[in-house]
């Protein structure tokens, strides 16, 4: 018999792993997704099927949702937008009333939940789920209030978060408060401002907000410090900088868009990326340049074990075939460079609005 859940609970039993990420991807979720479990000690096997745009891993035996929680920052895979424990999978749920089997689910597993987040894999099918998970959300929550499985902003409870795999099925996953991504699928809500010369502003916005802390944003992106932009046209980064407040120094043969000159704290230099250099040292370097990734890494490797900057964001175009291989080709190059200047932190991240490529931070340890 299962305890209900205004009962004494049993600690919550999770079966494995769900990770989300982009179509086409999911090659490459299964190979960390699996390094990952090995390395925590989590038998069990890996399920991917290309362009589901998600990847689980069925553990041998029930694992304690606390103990495992802990392990499961979703930063903590290059290529997983989301990485949660799951505990359950309802099948053949009835599209007129798909709340009893979610809600009888989530009393079975006997444990209360703070708050609720509905999302779907991003596919073009599953975005069909999209405007059914808006509409969902209230009218489920509140199913799992009255069967004593939620109670809403409770300190030290999980987050629920159910995936609907297709229309019939839904995964039940928890994570720990702050463990999960900050937004819905991994997909971050960003605005694009027209002033901002490229799309490629997003990326870098999104960088920011998942690559840095809130203390290094708050150390690193003070108004009046001094940044470079390699490959900077038409302005996309540089513009995200500038709208900070930072001085930008932008690199290239190509025009800056003029809204970007326009807010007053740009300098268009002309020239190569790879050869130029500042003056002075400054606190951050930013480069999107087209380019092999061995080349990109050994760049921004350089520009910090020489003290050009301090910090970096740097986007790796991937090849085709052989991305994890790539990856740590880049990663060793960095290593290999900064293994003499001291500890450093390199965080390596597939945004949503990246494509194939990663983007990365570096920064020595004492300026992180």
């Known amino acids: 018999m299962h305890p209900s859940p205004t009962q004494n609970r049993l600690p919550l039993s999770v079966y494995g792993l769900l990770a989300l990420c982009r179509a086409g991807f999911e090659k490459e979720v299964a190979t960390e997704l699996e390094a990952f479990?090995?390395?925590?000690?989590m038998s069990g096997f890996v399920r991917a099927q290309p362009g589901q745009a998600f990847v689980t891993f069925e553990s041998h035996e029930a694992v304690d949702f606390a103990e495992l929680a802990e392990h499961c920052d979703w930063r903590t895979l290059i290529f997983a937008r989301q990485l949660l424990p799951w505990f359950a999978r309802v099948d053949n749920l009835p599209e007129r009333d798909r709340a009893t089997p979610i809600v009888a689910a989530a009393r079975e597993a006997g444990q209360r939940f703070a708050s609720l987040m509905l999302e779907t894999p991003d596919t073009d099918e599953a975005k069909q789920q999209s405007g059914f998970c808006r509409r969902f959300t209230a009218p489920l929550q509140r199913e799992l209030e009255k069967a004593g499985a939620f109670r809403e902003g409770a300190k030290g409870l999980p987050e629920l978060h159910v995936l609907f795999g297709d229309a019939s099925t839904a995964w039940l996953c928890a994570s720990l408060p702050g463990r999960a991504a900050l937004w819905p699928m991994g997909i971050p809500r960003l605005r694009m401002l027209r002033e901002a010369g490229s799309r490629s502003t997003l990326k870098l916005a999104e960088a920011i907000f998942t690559l840095l802390t809130e203390e290094e944003r708050n150390a690193g992106l003070r108004a009046g410090l001094r940044a470079v932009d390699l490959g900077a046209a038409p302005g996309g980064w540089t513009w995200q900088l500038a709208h900070r407040g930072l001085r930008v120094t932008s690199i290239d043969n190509g025009p800056m868009a003029p809204s970007v000159m326009a807010t007053g704290l740009v300098e268009h230099v002309r020239a190569d990326g790879f050869t130029w250099r500042p003056?002075?040292?400054?606190?951050?370097?930013?480069?999107?340049?087209?380019?092999?990734?061995?080349r990109i890494a050994a760049l921004v490797a350089d520009w910090i074990a020489t003290g050009r900057c301090r910090r970096t964001i740097f986007n790796l175009k991937l090849p085709m075939k052989k991305r994890l291989d790539a990856v740590e080709q880049c990663r060793a190059i960095?290593?290999?460079r900064l293994v003499n200047e001291g500890p450093f932190v390199l965080r390596l991240k597939?945004?949503?609005?990246d494509r194939e490529e990663i983007t990365g931070y570096l920064a020595l340890r004492k300026s992180a």
């Open 279 to 294: 003056q002075r040292p400054v606190e951050w370097m930013v480069c999107d340049m087209v380019e092999q990734p061995t």
């Open 37 to 41: 479990c090995a390395e925590i000690g």
């Open 334 to 336: 960095i290593t290999k």
């Open 350 to 353: 597939h945004l949503y609005h």
